[in-house]
């Protein structure tokens, strides 16, 4: 996989990609009030790949909203790349949210009536590049997401899981700094979900920050390092070394081979 | 067997009797399999070993004696070096579910703690499947193989979730009835 197609402008390696400060975000009024998410604290570094688990409703959505301006917290701080973005105003706000954050989501959230190549080319158009530049860079990303023959499909007459690779390329058309991804995998099956899970690994070779929210530990599994949320606080923090270093395989434990 | 038998000893000596229904409480359906003579015949083992000794036979008023056995010190030595390390991603449902047990029932390790390090273990062993999942073609019989392994990893990861939830219910329960 060349790198030049997933790159983007190489940011401050000291700096991390997203940092959560005291965050919190509280629903309702008065007495029905329901804390989401609770001072929650994390540096995630450039380069990281990150997933988040917990049971449903523990505020993991919230929690990546939070992190890519969809929603403002009630309390603390979001910085994406050395910015504070919690506090910014609407414009600013979508102004930055198309230029450094990539959503994937469960339901891929494509246009219908737009192809495949125009789907990922939208995002590019709205954050002012020209048509040219937009026509070319996505047909880099459907080469590299491997559907460059589905280029002037609708999403109606694609899969699951090549409608999840047209969201991810869709995502990815502005370089973003980081990926945010809801569930990426929750309407597919395993084998669909491992096209996926290879996919952002190579992403994540060419040092794409990706976060996501899963419930699924064998996507979680795939990541460089694991939170777990609950009741809307961080309840433990794993890394994986293994999956950075390339690890050795201690397959062997999974193995009982007797004669 | 022998290691969980060794931990319901470690706070107090008890007898065969005693033991197994303590064992029979903790599997509930599947305790119903456990064979009678079983208790004893893992005491005789472990005596045999030195690793619990014969403290007295008590005499009940009514009823058969029994044989009160206490733990040696090779036998703390060795529960205690069985609380301390991992399971194996290969260990069943029910032997880390009587490891929690033990490690309630004897004080010697923090039921919690347990779930927490199977599951970095176990999370270790779904990392490493997966990895190789990546790099195998999905339709091979390496990858149907590794599939399948990775269900049974995540499946032991969400009935550990289930551990987590009840055991630490029981501990806020504890430290409730504690104060009251």
Known sequence: MTRDVWDREPGDARVPALRAVGLSRVYGADESLVSAVDGVDLDVPAGQTLAVTGPSGCGKSTLLQLFGGLDRPTDGEVWLGGQRIDHLGERALARLRRRAVGFVFQAYHLMHELTAAQNIELPALLAGASPRTARVRAAELLRQVGLTERARHLPSELSGGQRQRIAIARALVNKPLVVLADEPTGNLDSAATLDILRLFDELSAAGQTLVMVTHDERVAATADRIVSLRDGTLADDTSLDGNRNGGDTGLGALLSWED | ?180
């Open chain 2, 1 to 180: 067997m022998q290691d969980v038998v060794l931990a319901l000893l470690v706070k107090e000596p008890s007898h065969g009797y005693d033991l197994r229904s303590r064992l029979a409480a903790a599997l509930g359906p599947l305790g119903e399999t456990l064979n009678a003579g079983q208790i004893y015949v893992t005491l005789t083992r472990l005596e045999k070993a030195g690793l619990v000794v014969l403290e007295r036979e008590d005499v009940p008023v009514r009823g058969p004696r029994r044989k009160v056995y206490a733990l040696t010190a090779t036998g703390q030595k060795r529960v205690a070096a069985w609380m301390a390390e991992g399971a194996g991603v290969r260990a069943d449902v029910t032997e880390f579910h009587l490891k929690l047990v033990a490690a309630a029932e004897s004080g010697l390790a923090d039921p919690l703690a347990l779930v927490d390090a199977r599951r970095r273990e176990l999370m270790n062993g779904l990392a490493e499947t997966q990895r190789a999942a990546l790099t195998h073609d999905t339709d091979s019989q390496a990858g149907l193989l590794l599939e399948g392994i990775a269900l049974r990893l995540q499946a032991d990861l969400r009935w550990l979730e289930a551990c987590r939830r009840t055991w630490s219910a029981r501990a806020a329960r504890e430290e409730g009835g504690g104060l009251g």
